[in-house]
């Protein structure tokens, strides 16, 4: 660090006088989200701030340093941390006349200084024994010191309480301690639950006066990046109150400061050491206490408006592939009586992810909890966006859990993260391995539960098999939806029956479909828009059968079948007879006779093929392979029988009749 006297003569060597301003280099964590420009997650960056500081209007908070030098196992990250920045830091915060504020929670304090000042007793609360402090070290006079663990509004074991009692103004809040990823978070003093108490104050982060532990995600490097990121995103401050959780290095305060020297003499840090080394665990298992009526799916901003260009891609392709389906098994796991709760966070939900009938949405944490203990609801499955944002911060957002049973005493639901059914707002450094999603993850584990609670989407559907074996049904989906775009497209590839009947319907039964359809026009615009298709993997034609719009302009519906040479179409002539109007569609396919009633009123009896179901891949609602194939209207309570349902005939004039 010599060079820094080298590059920069100009600056003191000596620290401040008592009541002077600092110029301080910060830096904050932006997302990108430019409308003029096609930006990806690689372009979030990070900018650099000059900011001014008052040494004597800050405070510095160190969270749970204890001991970790001494001892007959020092733990060799921390204990190089505490001595290589710790320390420096503490003597410069002395030295510049910051209120220092420790917070060792449940344990002993240390302050290993090294010098032989005598220890003072705090301003408040009352000091706790400190069996392995240094002789020399501990709480000078005029420093506070905060103990304990319970985080309910005016505790003693809070820190807004200690710090507004120590008669000072203070407008910066510097944040240290250990771990980064846990109790700097979390705690009682810890970020989230300061800087919500003093939200007038400016809150910086020492990002190397800080290490955390990341045994469970197996990689310290990447950890490390992730929490720092996640705490300098401040989610939990929301977008509205533009309030950016800063943070520095250590250095950047020394020569910010005038304490050149200090910043000179610090030593290069060993740990983290780059790595990329991974450590995958297996899903935890979401069965068990699980029982009908007390299970929810949480679906967290699944919307297709963010901003930023390749994370809008990620999103639409996670909610394709993985989470789309898994809310139509919800949604159709009616015997379950599993709920779906949808949390906007200010985003608007479109597509599979609108609200269906009779589920809940959620604008505050306050009426996300109340429908919670309404409905005796006590396990969750989150599923959304993004996981180092509104599934840790937002409404009902899961970060929270920790605190609230951990210092509030409050009893909180089981909870798990769907894993693939989510993804983080990542950085150019983390983007290739998802390390700020693997982060996200991993907050808390394992004391969240001892196997951790991150699961699939496979194993939650299983969960929901195990409920209620399906019997009835090969396929609903309830609700209404309207289709407007690619994202908003249904596929589910769950076609062989994980909890029951399959689709590939084999028996030799009849198949029953009913699905209820509007256009938006009947224009000649319009041409073989798909609204549903039991799709093949390969082969021309490429479904086992479909429903679609026939030629433009005419209004008429069209109902297809694969078979050995190519397409089988029967058209219903002007089923559509104006525009935003719901017309129900039933078919019964049996064997070689197909029936179909438009409003309940038989409109057709043919003959066609046999359904074939060879190298059926996927049930696709909406569409079928392309964009201009996308349906333009609404569709809703898709149904999929195995048997002849035939809906209440409306009797035909004998003209019409003789006519089919």
Request: proline residues 5%; positive net charge; contains cysteine.
């Amino acid at each position: 660090m010599l060079w820094l006297l080298l590059l920069l003569p100009s600056l003191r060597l000596t620290a401040l006088a008592s009541g002077a301003t600092a110029t301080v280099r910060t830096r904050r964590f932006a997302l990108s989200e430019s409308p003029d420009t096609f930006d990806t997650e690689a372009d979030n960056a990070y900018v650099n701030e000059s900011i001014a500081l008052v040494p004597a209007q800050t405070a510095l908070v160190l969270v749970d340093v204890w001991n970790d030098v001494n001892g007959t196992a020092p733990d060799p990250v921390l204990a190089e941390n505490e001595l290589q920045r710790m320390v420096p830091l503490l003597a410069a915060a002395r030295q510049l006349g910051m209120l220092i504020v420790h917070a060792p929670s449940e344990s002993p304090e240390w302050s290993g200084t090294g010098e032989a000042d005598a220890v003072a007793a705090p301003i408040a609360p009352a000091a706790v024994a400190r069996t392995d402090v240094p002789p020399a070290g501990g709480v000078r006079k005029g420093e506070v010191l905060v103990t304990g663990t319970n985080g309910s509004a005016g505790s003693p074991s809070r820190c807004d309480a200690a710090i507004a009692a120590s008669g000072r103004t203070i407008t910066t809040v510097l944040m240290t301690g250990y771990d980064t990823n846990k109790c700097v978070v979390d705690k009682p003093c810890g970020l989230v639950s300061l800087s919500t108490q003093l939200p007038a104050a400016r809150f910086i982060v020492l990002r190397d006066v800080t290490r955390g532990q990341f045994a469970w995600l197996g990689n310290a490097w990447y950890g490390q990046h992730a929490a720092v990121n996640m705490l300098e995103l401040g989610w939990w401050r929301g977008a509205a109150a533009k309030k950016p959780i800063r943070s520095m290095l250590l250095a950047d305060l020394l020569i910010g400061t005038g304490l050149t020297a200090a910043a000179a003499s610090l030593k290069p840090l060993q740990y983290p050491a780059p790595s990329a080394k991974q450590h995958f665990r297996p899903p935890a298992a979401v069965g068990g206490a699980a029982g009908t009526g007390t299970s929810a799916l949480v679906v967290m901003s699944c919307s297709s408006d963010y901003k930023n260009n390749g994370f809008a891609a990620r999103v639409a392709e996670t909610r394709r592939l993985h989470l789309e389906p898994l809310l139509a098994k919800f949604r159709s796991a009616a015997a379950a009586k599993v709920a779906v709760i949808h949390v906007p966070n200010g985003h608007a939900l479109d597509g599979a992810c609108t609200p269906a009938l009779g589920e809940y949405v959620a604008n505050s944490t306050a009426d996300f909890d109340a429908y919670l203990n309404a409905s005796g609801i006590t396990r969750l499955y989150y599923a959304g966006f993004a996981a180092n944002t509104d599934m840790m911060f937002g409404v009902g957002g899961m970060q929270r859990y920790c605190s609230n049973s951990r210092y509030l005493k409050i009893k909180v639901p089981r909870y798990f993260w769907v894993e693939d059914c989510t993804i983080a707002q990542e950085h150019s450094q983390t983007l290739e391995g998802s390390w700020a999603k693997k982060f996200a993850l991993a907050y808390r584990q394992p004391q969240v539960t001892a196997a951790g609670n991150v699961a699939t989407s496979a194993s939650v559907i299983k969960m929901l098999c195990a409920l209620a074996p399906k019997t009835g049904p090969l396929y609903e989906l309830r609700g209404t939806r309207q289709i407007r775009s690619p994202s908003d497209v249904i596929t589910d590839t769950d076609i062989d029956g994980s909890c029951g009947p399959s689709l590939v319907d084999r028996s030799g039964n009849a198949t029953s479909i009913t699905i209820s359809l509007s256009l938006s026009t009947t224009n000649a615009t319009l041409h073989e828009r798909k609204a549903l298709s039991f799709m093949k993997s390969v082969g021309s034609p490429w479904a086992v059968f479909q429903v679609r719009l026939g030629d433009a302009g005419t209004g008429n519906l069209e109902y297809q079948t694969a078979n050995e040479t190519g397409w089988r179409t029967y058209t219903v002539a002007k089923f559509f007879e104006a525009a935003n109007v719901t017309y129900k569609l039933v078919v019964v396919h049996a064997g070689t006779s197909v029936k179909i009633w438009r409003n309940s009123k038989l409109v057709a009896h043919t003959t066609m093929n046999k359904l074939d179901y060879s190298n059926a891949a996927a049930l696709r609602i909406g569409s079928r392979k392309m964009p201009e194939e996308d349906w333009s209207g609404s569709i809703g309570d898709v149904l999929i029988r195995s048997g002849a349902y035939e809906p209440s005939i409306v009797k035909l004039p004998p003209q019409e009749l003789a006519a089919l």
